[in-house]
């Protein structure tokens, strides 16, 4: 089985602090990708990498950087955290072929801006 | 341009009963569909997957989902609730590779009543 780890399920942080979430996935996935889901909104995109060093802004990048130095890690930065960026952050990986893959996702983390 | 639309953010049925999700979707091209489920505080399951090699698909826990291009639908069922089945359904679309675009349902919150 597909196991996506994120580091942290729940992480209390304060506005302005760089905040950093860390997602590894254990099967040679090259996609990665980090959402956002918040109530009534489903999720939404934030950053997606086809490969190692490589990224495309998805829907909502602003406020956000990535970072793919390895394969099986996907780092999401906060560059200077905001109370409007208190959600639940979920990261998924998926393998590019053949087409029609699913994404498989982490047990997310609960970020609190205070 | 690819939407989904899950009708009803929330549905309760009996245990023992029948349950319906209803998911719609919009692609201009061949979709690949799926299903997910999302336990409180957790990440998203897959369900089952929708890849073109058959209309009914079966997955996990009993749940079973069919395409009906005439009706752009791809609705969940399973004919019995459990009350282990009470957490929140998406229903997603993606299309052929070279996208990495996965449009995601708002969701809809199963509940089972005893």
């Given at each position: 089985d597909v196991k996506v780890t994120q580091s942290s399920r729940y992480l209390v942080k304060r506005t302005g602090e760089k905040v950093f979430l860390e997602c590894v996935q254990d099967m040679d996935h090259e996609n990665m990708f980090w959402y956002r889901q918040d109530?009534?909104?489903?999720?939404?995109?934030?950053?997606?990498?086809?490969?190692?060093?490589?990224?495309?802004?998805?829907?909502?990048?602003?406020?956000?950087?990535?970072?793919?130095?390895?394969?099986?890690?996907?780092?999401?930065?906060?560059?200077?955290?905001?109370?409007?960026?208190?959600?639940?952050?979920?990261?998924?990986?998926?393998?590019?072929?053949p087409d029609g893959q699913p994404q498989h996702f982490g047990d997310g983390t609960r970020l609190s801006i205070l | 341009a690819q939407s989904v639309t899950q009708l009803g953010s929330h549905v309760s049925v009996s245990e023992g009963a029948l349950v319906l999700l209803r998911c719609n979707y919009s692609s201009s091209v061949p979709p690949y569909l799926f299903w997910y489920v999302q336990y409180p505080n957790q990440g998203l399951q897959l369900l089952l997957k929708y890849t073109s090699a058959a209309t009914l698909v079966k997955g996990i826990n009993g749940f079973e989902a069919e395409f009906k291009k005439s009706e752009t639908s791809f609705h969940l069922t399973k004919p019995s609730a459990h009350m282990s089945d009470a957490a929140e359904y998406f229903c997603a679309v993606t299309t052929t590779s070279g996208t990495y675009k996965y449009i995601f349902g708002t969701g809809t919150r199963l509940k089972v009543l005893a």
């Open positions: 109530p009534g909104l489903g999720l939404r995109l934030i950053y997606f990498s086809y490969d190692v060093k490589m990224k495309e802004k998805g829907d909502i990048p602003e406020g956000y950087s990535v970072s793919r130095e390895k394969k099986e890690r996907f780092s999401l930065i906060l560059e200077s955290a905001s109370t409007n960026q208190t959600s639940m952050y979920l990261c998924a990986s998926r393998l590019t072929h | -």
